[in-house]
């Protein structure tokens, strides 16, 4: 069995994004990562990505590369980056989350996370290194 890993990363976009130039994001990742056995969830809120990434070791590494040589994006910074026994999502070829952007709410995909007043999702409740760490990105892009 090929071992499975997990990459974390933060990153500022260079200028903020449109929502067609996030929705462009999100349709390919969801292509290739589903091609390339990858899942994950992409937060994105004022210029900032947080990214979670799970899959196979040279996967996530030709991807990394790929992310970080993307012109649209600097200051990437890598949160955490080892071997993991599950995945955290392992349904989402890529969950996506655009704040204060109320006309794509019914796209595939679409969460509503970071709203304060909606209850966190009940996967939260595990104790799960990456959930604690949504969980305060959540809590701390107010």
């Excluded at 999502?89 to 909606?118: C, H, Q, Y």
């Amino acid at each position: 069995m090929v071992p499975l890993y997990t990459l974390i990363y933060v990153s500022s976009a260079f200028q903020k994004m449109s929502e067609p130039e996030l929705l462009e994001i999100l349709e390919k990742s969801r292509l290739n990562n589903s091609q390339r056995n990858i899942t994950g969830m992409l937060l994105y809120h004022d210029g900032n990505f947080l990214q979670i990434l799970e899959g196979p070791k040279n996967a996530l590494q030709q991807l990394r590369a790929t992310i970080e040589a993307d012109p649209r994006h600097k200051d990437f910074l890598v949160l955490f980056e080892r071997e993991v026994k599950e995945r955290a999502f392992p349904d989402w070829s890529m969950g996506f989350r655009v704040l204060n952007a109320d006309d794509i709410k019914e796209i595939p995909g679409f969460s509503d996370f970071m709203n304060p007043d909606t209850e966190k999702p009940d996967y939260m409740q595990t104790p799960n290194y990456i959930y604690k760490m949504l969980d305060w990105f959540r809590e701390n892009s107010r």
